[in-house]
């Protein structure tokens, strides 16, 4: 088994990797979150400008105005299918990211156990020296006692 003490060095590096990739997550997270919001946003302003065009349908609408509506809705249809498929890469690369720093944080989990195994294996060996001379200085002593 390793030294406790490298392995606490690998350690550090290990969790200092899982600090980065945590970043990247929450980055990854955050970006998901303001596109949904950004999507949120672009079919809200669809709606409010059908729902004007709807008030404005009473009024008499000239042929260039009602051809002008349509070409602007399926523009912003256009720019909300085009946001859908941003929001599907982000969601990949946040997916990404999470099972990097699943990774990474089951590396920091294994290594931890190892530093662990590696101190009780080294206790144990501590105990069993410890163990070995006080059986030859009791030998010594009954050796001397005759």
Request: glycine share 2%; aromatic share 6%.
């Amino acid at each position: 088994m390793s030294d406790p003490k490298q392995l606490a060095k690998v350690l550090t590096l290990v969790e200092q990797e899982l600090e980065q990739t945590s970043l990247h997550l929450r980055s990854a997270n955050s970006a998901v979150a303001a596109l949904k919001q950004q999507m949120q946003q672009l079919q809200d302003y669809r709606l409010d400008y059908v729902r004007q065009a709807q008030q404005k349908q009473g009024a008499v609408l000239q042929a260039g105005e009602y051809q002008q509506f349509h070409h602007y809705i399926a523009k912003l249809d256009a720019a909300i299918t085009q946001h859908i498929g941003k929001i599907r890469q982000a969601e990949q690369a946040a997916q990404q990211r999470q099972q990097q720093w699943q990774a990474c944080h089951q590396r920091q989990q294994a290594i931890a156990l190892l530093i662990n195994k590696a101190q009780q294996q080294q206790r144990l060996r501590a105990d069993k020296a410890l163990q070995r001379d006080l059986d030859e200085f009791s030998l010594q002593q009954f050796i001397r006692r005759r």
